[in-house]
């Protein structure tokens, strides 16, 4: 069974394609997509982004389509950067920029209420355009500066405080297991295998 995953971020197909290891499935990423369209995220909620992504993008290819959208939920920013996470400080995907901007904005916040969550929802679109979604969410703490060479986007920032570690200096093997998208397509996951057998 082929599964279109629509993102371009090669960190977060790295990510799926190790969940969905041992499944008779074939990912594919847009990147083996002839021409697609690009699909403007102006959803105000992780959820209708997920899904008009996953939709778009499941009736252009012809094929069963997971897309997610994910975001940090900070606590003192009352819930910024949100879905505006990936282009927080304006260039969609500028990791250092988002940061440091991220840094900046929080430099009188104490440490005290320094508290986060990444968010993460899950969309599973067939070309007939049915859709279900899968929510997923992890909680940590903002730090003062980076640590950790692993990752991509605020994971240098953003430590699990039951490890002691930021989500960049994980392995991904834990990462995987704990993460806001694991939980996600965790719960995603026994009905793409269902969907694969049945194919097969």
């Not at 002839?34 to 939709?55: H, Y």
Request: charge should be negative.
């Amino acid at each position: 069974m082929k599964l279109l995953v629509a993102t371009g971020n090669k960190g977060k197909l790295k990510e799926i394609k190790r969940l969905l290891d041992g499944a008779a499935i074939e990912i594919i990423g847009l990147d083996q997509l002839d021409n697609p369209p690009e699909v403007i995220e102006d959803g105000d909620t992780f959820t209708l982004n997920a899904q008009k992504k996953a939709r778009e993008m499941a009736k252009f290819s012809g094929y069963l389509t997971l897309a997610d959208d994910s975001g940090l939920v900070v606590d003192a920013l009352n819930g910024a950067p949100g879905v505006y996470s990936a282009r927080y400080a304006g260039e969609q995907g500028d990791d250092a920029a988002n940061n440091a901007k991220l840094l900046n904005v929080m430099d009188s916040v104490p440490d005290a209420k320094r508290q986060a969550a990444f968010h993460c929802v899950v969309a599973l679109a067939w070309p007939d355009g049915r859709c279900e979604t899968y929510d997923g969410q992890i909680s940590g703490v903002i730090l003062r500066s980076a640590r950790g060479e692993d990752g991509f986007g605020y994971d240098p920032l953003f430590l699990v405080p039951e490890y002691g570690k930021t989500t960049a200096e994980l392995s991904l093997e834990i990462k995987n297991r704990i993460s806001h998208r694991g939980h996600a397509l965790r719960k995603v996951i026994p009905l793409l295998v269902e969907l694969a057998e049945s194919e097969g």
